[in-house]
Nanobody, 122 residues
Framework: QVQLVESGGGLVQAGGSLRLSCAAS????????MGWFRQALGKEREFVGR????????YYADSLKGRFTISIDNAKNTVYLQMNSLKPDDTAVYYC???????????????WGQGTQVIVSS
């Protein structure tokens, strides 16, 4: 139904910036929230933030507020994750996902991309 493809990962120096893209296809996304997650080696998957496709409202993990920004380009059916002031601890595989609201602060993410690797060197 929905296909998601992440891109934009790579190697970046600490303090630098990187923008990840998530291209969506397959159906309308007006009723979806688009989430970003990451998983570092040896750690559990971590929520980064999300954006509502229709309203553009965003919600971020407290630890990442001020450094990461999520946005949408409707014409390209693409959601972005702008990452600034990167730290080595940001090294992880980053995933995008499409979800629907099940509770005020909960989403059911039914569709996932394959992930893109981000490596932040010190």
């Amino acid at each position: 139904q929905v296909q998601l493809v992440e891109s934009g990962g790579g190697l970046v120096q600490a303090g630098g910036s990187l923008r990840l893209s998530c291209a969506a296809s397959g159906r309308t996304f007006s009723n979806y929230d688009m989430g970003w997650f990451r998983q570092a080696l040896g750690k559990e998957r971590e929520f980064v933030g999300r954006i509502n496709w229709s309203s553009g409202s965003t919600y971020y993990a407290d630890s990442l507020k001020g450094r990461f920004t999520i946005s949408i380009d409707n014409a390209k059916n693409t959601v972005y994750l702008q990452m600034n002031s990167l730290k080595p601890d940001d090294t992880a595989v980053y995933y995008c996902a499409a979800g629907v609201r099940v509770r005020d602060t909960q989403r059911r993410y039914d569709y996932w991309g394959q992930g893109t690797q981000v490596i932040v060197s010190s």
